[in-house]
């Protein structure tokens, strides 16, 4: 599966912004689905993740309240809202998707998983 991400910008604090994951190439209906982050001299770690189902989702404790991970698997495609954003998630997002909820919330990479290339969200005055 081919995953596109769009939705990144510029935004001040406090700002929100929604970010989209666009999957091609198959459904994601049976895919676990994931959002990372990657700040500037930073590891890549994990965002927010969802269940096949959408009934489980899982959140870093650093965007828990500010941040909804959702699915639209009739469109293919993943979102991140992000509201109260703060100056430290600048970052580049990135989404995945896994055959399995554990590989989909995971920064590492492997097997079957799939990444989008990446977004550019900067939060600044």
């Known amino acids: 599966v081919q995953l596109q991400e769009s939705g990144g910008g510029l935004v001040q604090p406090g700002g929100s912004l929604r970010l989209s994951c666009a999957a091609s190439?198959?459904?994601?209906?049976?895919?676990?689905l994931g959002w990372f982050r990657r700040a500037p001299g930073k590891e890549r770690e994990f965002v927010a993740g969802?269940?096949?189902?959408?009934?489980?989702?899982n959140y870093a404790d650093s965007v828990k309240g500010r941040f909804t991970i959702s699915r639209d698997d009739a469109n293919n495609t993943v979102v991140l809202q992000m509201n109260s954003l703060k100056f430290e998630d600048t970052a580049d997002y990135y989404c995945k998707a896994a055959q399995t909820f554990a590989r989909a919330i995971s920064p590492a990479s492997g097997g079957t998983d799939s990444w989008g290339k990446g977004v550019l969200v900067t939060v600044s005055a």
């Open positions: 969802i269940s096949t189902s959408g009934q489980v989702k």
């Open positions: 190439g198959r459904s994601t209906r049976n895919l676990s």
